[in-house]
């Protein structure tokens, strides 16, 4: 369906998320996770998937592992997982 246009799963999600769907996480972890959507739309996606740590900790360390993306994008991520680890267990 968005096969070929990362900024329409980013919007499909956000829409998701106005709506208050939990599954929106669910989507923006998706994306981030998958390497086949630009390095910025994934960083994008991991940093809206924040409202449950859970998923996002998924994402960024997807991110900060893979090899095939900029370094400064892996950066980004590893700062922000290293954020999230910081966190009181139970806390997201």
Request: glycine residues 6%.
């Amino acid at each position: 369906m968005f096969e070929d246009d990362d900024e329409a799963r980013i919007e499909a999600a956000r829409a998701l998320a106005e709506d208050g769907r939990q599954s929106a996480v669910h989507a923006f972890r998706a994306i981030a996770i998958d390497d086949g959507v630009d390095d910025a739309v994934r960083l994008e996606a991991a940093m809206l998937a924040r409202g449950d740590g859970r998923w996002a900790v998924q994402a960024f360390r997807a991110i900060a592992a893979d090899d095939g993306i900029d370094d400064r994008v892996r950066l980004a991520a590893a700062r922000e997982l290293a954020r999230l680890s910081e966190r009181p267990a139970g806390v997201w």
